[in-house]
């Protein structure tokens, strides 16, 4: 059962310093599991020491203007919903054991030297193009969970979304950051990933990395390669990969590590020394149409889809490197690419 807060206004003040909002002095209880409280139209602000235990906060910002949530301490909350047009910001430390929230036309950004903690169970509700949740240099978003090879796994809807597999990660520690990274003298977009898998080897994960628009930093998404970094930094490889319509997708992923994006033009491709294995076909996994990315069309001479057991099908190469697959049984097949570049094989899952 919900409980709607009543409190002692010898703790909270409402409308302090001429500012609308609810804020708590240095020794008052606030929250426990079943509390809830609406802000409309205002700021929450916890001052000095006082920590929340559980509970939810709606957060309403039906006039458009700008409000805030304040922690002096890392605070812990189950639920924060965001609901109107304003844009909402932080200022500490959050973590969310259930869900963080967004309704109409919210958004969100993480003020200097913040972040927000995903508990275990905790997910991200509703972020869009239009609900954004954005960060200063060095802020983030993190969560750790458990992955299991085979199966999707969203890491509570954080922005990396992995599938298929042949390896189990284990214990995996995500974090969303935000900032523009360096990448050769050149400007990557502002949210970049780190991944810190327990088991980090012949993964073999197929990868989905999420970018809103608002991220790009001026960027053509169309024109966005993969970045991966394994000294923190300071030396990148082009991954490559292929742009959808708000991600960024890799096959064949064998270790993670720090992975940012930047225009694909910046480095030569890792194994620029064969062309052909940046090639990465998309969507993978598929019901319908494939597309051949990475490739200029007049460099593919024929192509070839083969089950694990040697067995060929029939498929026909259509023009920008596509073919359909909607005829074919669900499961795992290898379609070989021969190239002028040479020849690489590749594995498609359709998934019906």
Known sequence: MKILLTILLSSIYLNALGQKGLYVNSGAYLFNDNTSITIKNGSFVND?????????????????????????????????????????????????????KFNDMANFHLNTDSHITLSSNAKIIGESNSNTITGENDTYITTTRNHTAGETNTFGNIGLEVFNGTESMGTTE?????????????????????????????????????????????????????????????????????????????????????????????????????????IQIFPNPSNSLVTIKNIKTIDVISIELTNPLGQKFNIELLNENSFYVQDLSEGIYLLNIKSKTGNTTKKLIVKK
């Open 48 to 100: 000095n020491n006082v920590v929340l235990n559980g509970g939810s906060i709606l957060m309403q910002g039906l006039d458009g203007n700008s409000y805030s949530l304040e922690f002096n301490t890392p605070n812990t909350i189950n639920n924060l919903e965001l609901y109107g047009t304003s844009t909402f910001s932080l200022s500490g430390t959050l973590i969310v054991n259930s869900e963080l």
């Open 174 to 278: 995500i974090f969303r950051r935000y900032g523009s990274i360096n990448i050769d003298s050149n400007t990557a977009v502002n949210r970049y990933y780190e991944i810190n898998p327990t088991v980090n080897t012949n993964l073999e994960l197929d990868v989905y990395f999420y970018l809103l628009d608002v991220d790009l930093n001026g960027l053509e998404r169309s024109n966005l390669a993969a970045f991966r970094s394994t000294d923190n930094g300071n030396t990148f490889t082009n991954e490559g990969g292929t742009a959808g319509e708000s991600y960024h997708s890799l096959t064949n992923i064998n270790a993670f590590s720090l992975w940012a994006f930047a225009d694909s033009a910046v480095l030569n491709l890792g194994n620029a020394g064969n062309p052909i294995e940046t």
